[in-house]
């Protein structure tokens, strides 16, 4: 398996496909990429030359953000807006949905499981 930015990135998948296991490339950054420096992006990635894949490389960290730097500038701009207390923030904070979903429903998967409130026990109704 080639290694490209840190990442090991399949043998068997075209280029195109390998790259996308790369965090901030996706199937279009991956083709531009590819497309700029001439290689076939239908190409195994076991075909590719260990100066292919550092020119890869050396394309990927100058022209995007990618790999630590995107995770690191994500992590940066939501403790931001957790510190000025913005309505985005104090959602990132309390584990809500941030953009907008209704939470009266669903959301399950941002608010975690059920925590059920039991209801009245062994109370009769005595009309």
Known sequence: MPRLLGVDIPNDKQI?????????????????????????????????????LGQIAALLERD???????????????????????????RHRMGLPVRGQRTKTNSRTRKGPKKTVAGKKGVKDLR
């Open 64 to 90: 995007y953000t990618v790999e630590g730097p995107l995770r690191r500038q994500t992590t940066q701009n939501i403790s931001r807006l957790r510190e000025i207390k913005s309505y985005r923030g104090m």
């Open 16 to 52: 195109q496909y390998s790259l996308t296991y790369l965090y901030g490339v996706g199937l279009h950054t991956a083709r531009e990429a590819c497309e700029k420096l001439g290689v076939e992006p239908t190409r195994p990635a076991s075909d590719l030359g260990e100066d292919e």
